[in-house]
């Protein structure tokens, strides 16, 4: 049995396992993976980013979206992610290859 079951076709590239302090204390250890989509389904599964709560250094085996509204509609989408980091600064940075962006996404204050 697999620690994470992700929907098929979701096609995860990228993860970042997070140690920066940008977000709750409760983010620490957890793990943020890109999820970049499907191309041959008729409803679009993926586009989006997922946190991966953990406990002990290991997977809780559920996951929280954390990052979405790349899908427009079943046939218009606004990105797909790809890579996803955490920098000295603390906050994610996540990168989509539909339009070449790259998003800083960090805690409101």
Known sequence: MPDVLLQPHSAPLGIAFYEGDAFPAEYRGDAFVTLHGSWNRGK????KVVRLPMQDGR????????????ILSDHELWGRPVGVTVG??????VSEDASGTVWRVRAAK
């Open 88 to 93: 000295g600064d603390g906050a994610l940075y």
């Open 44 to 47: 679009p599964t993926g586009y």
């Open 59 to 70: 997977p809780t085996a559920a996951y929280q979206d954390f990052m979405t509204g790349f």
